[in-house]
């Protein structure tokens, strides 16, 4: 199995899986410990990008296992429960992209549209809902 996102909520350090499988593994431990499945919940996608900002785990766009690129943003509070916060962020679908978090604020740079080869636009939320 292959994890290509993670991120830390102390003292614990999370993982989520990037394939095309449904759902997505999310699994949480601490380093040089056991590791545990805390969901099998969370939205099916692969190529997407996950943050932690205001004390919960984002899942921001990515595609399906149709190969639809999405623009959604969903969010947990304990990693177990997965509510989508926007089923369609004004930013454009893609995948392959970067978020960051900087001055209080989720930023998504960049990725792939399927269209174009790549994108180059940069956008903001201080909420996680709604982006600039």
Do not use: C, E
């Not at 999310?26 to 969901?39: C, E, H, N, P, T």
């Not at 509510?83 to 454009?92: C, E, F, I």
């Amino acid at each position: 199995m292959f994890f290509k996102q993670f991120f830390s909520i102390f003292p614990l350090f999370w993982a989520s899986q990037d394939a095309s499988v449904t759902p997505i593994s999310l699994i949480y431990g601490q380093v040089g410990k056991d590791w545990f499945q805390a969901s099998t919940s969370a939205p099916t996608r692969q190529q997407h990008t996950s943050v932690v900002f205001d004390d919960k785990i984002w899942i921001i766009g990515g595609d399906d296992t149709n190969g639809s690129y999405l623009n959604d943003v969903w969010s947990s509070s304990d990693g177990i429960n997965w509510t989508q916060v926007t089923a369609h962020a004004s930013w454009p679908a893609r995948q392959q992209h970067t978020s960051v978090l900087f001055d209080d604020k989720i930023w998504i740079i960049g990725g792939s549209d399927g269209v174009t080869t790549r994108l180059n636009d940069v956008w903001y939320s201080s909420d996680g809902v709604n982006y600039n």
